[in-house]
């Protein structure tokens, strides 16, 4: 399994900005799909952005299209998540995680994952 650390998460006003990071410790990015997950208090774990080994494909959650966007440094063994006009509702626990199909963004064996970092909206 790929060992994965977030950061970047913390408390923001309605209408702010965060970018959260995922490092790979432990092996070589470039050779996985990664995804970036969210999950609230009392809901389900949901994919809210997820990008190809490349970067060439992507794949976003409608309700943080335009909003928010994931791109990667394989170089720097580094995923991010920009996420811009933030809203209450997007106050979560957020993952990311490694999926072991390179081109899978719509769906994939999301095999290991990150500690998760909170991201707190207020309003």
């Known amino acids: 399994q790929v060992q994965l650390v977030e950061s970047g998460g913390g408390l923001v006003q309605a209408g702010g900005s965060l970018r959260l990071s995922c490092v790979a410790s432990?092996?070589?990015?470039?050779?996985?799909?990664m995804g970036w997950f969210r999950q609230a208090p009392g809901k389900e774990r949901e994919l809210v952005a997820a990008?190809?080994?490349?970067?060439?494909?992507?794949n976003y959650a409608d309700s943080v299209k335009g909003r928010f966007t994931i791109s990667r440094d394989n170089a720097k063994n580094t995923v991010y998540l920009q996420m811009n006009s933030l809203k209450p509702e997007d106050t979560a626990v957020y993952y990311c995680a490694a999926g072991s199909h390179p081109y899978g963004v719509y769906g994939n064996s999301w095999d290991s994952w990150g500690q998760g970092t909170q991201v707190t909206v207020s309003s």
């Open positions: 990008i190809s080994w490349s970067g060439t494909n992507t």
């Open positions: 432990s092996h070589t990015l470039s050779s996985y799909a």
